[in-house]
């Protein structure tokens, strides 16, 4: 048996996109090789580093449920049973980014795709918008998103986490944030800008996303990759 990891995490620099509201992107040099070896006085090798100041829900990402439901755990909280496990793609690029996603989208899809939703899987809904309009004017407003029957939907099927390739589950002009109401309603996560989601369409496959264990924190930013057989 052989096995192929697909990479489903975008990039993390200085001056990309992030969700209105959270912290932009910051990379600064903390010291250079030539600086350290000056400072250490080895004749051998000097060490570089750098900073980072980013969002909790910088790039790809996951959420703690704490973040859209206060008596939820925090992410250094959560069970690892969130953040990986057997999943599946769903296609849902047909809808339009005008409309929500209703349970018949999400119906037709699991009819189209020959797969059945497990207790405890993980759905990653592919809409196609990384692929056209990642690193656009369009990538944080024009996309489509889960109405709230169709994140109970996933919800009632024992969804555990949700993943997306766009900015966010809900639709951007949702301001009741259905999907991440629901996710704290069931005690789910959801997985946001996650790409390449157009080579899992109807697999089913091990999904990893782990988190960094922030205390307290809100979410994390994550390396999302697809473990596949060829």
């Known amino acids: 048996m052989a096995w192929k990891l697909l990479d489903l995490s975008q990039e993390i620099y200085q001056g990309m996109s992030i969700f ?14 030539d600086e350290n070896r000056a400072k250490t006085k080895s004749k051998t090798l000097g060490f570089s580093a750098r900073n980072l100041l980013i969002s909790e829900h910088c790039g790809t990402h ?19 049973e969130y953040f990986w496990g057997s999943a599946i793609c769903l296609d849902l690029s047909h809808v339009k980014v005008e409309r929500f996603i209703t349970p018949k989208d999400l119906e037709d899809a699991m009819r189209k795709s020959n797969q059945q939703i497990e207790k405890g899987d993980i759905v990653l809904l592919y809409t196609g918008h990384y692929d056209r309009n990642f690193n656009t004017d369009k990538w944080q407003t024009s996309y489509t998103g889960l109405n709230k029957d169709a994140a109970e939907w996933l919800a009632k099927k024992g969804v555990v986490n949700i993943g ?67």
């Not at 209105?20 to 090789?33: G, R």
């Not at 996951?62 to 690892?80: N, Q, R, V």
């Not at 789910?188 to 080579?199: D, G, K, Q, R, Y």
């Open 20 to 33: 209105p509201m959270h912290q932009n992107t910051f990379i600064m040099t903390n010291m250079t090789h």
């Open 62 to 80: 996951t959420d703690a449920i704490w973040e859209y439901e206060p008596s939820g755990p925090t992410i250094d909280k959560m069970s690892l």
């Open 164 to 230: 997306v390739d766009a900015p966010a589950i809900d639709h951007p002009d949702d301001l009741d944030f259905s999907g991440h109401y629901i996710c704290g309603k069931y005690n789910m996560t959801n997985t946001e800008n996650l790409c390449n989601l157009h080579l899992l369409i109807n697999k089913r496959f091990l999904f990893f996303g782990l988190p960094l264990k922030i205390r307290d924190g809100s979410g994390s930013p994550i390396r999302a990759v697809a473990l596949i057989e060829e």
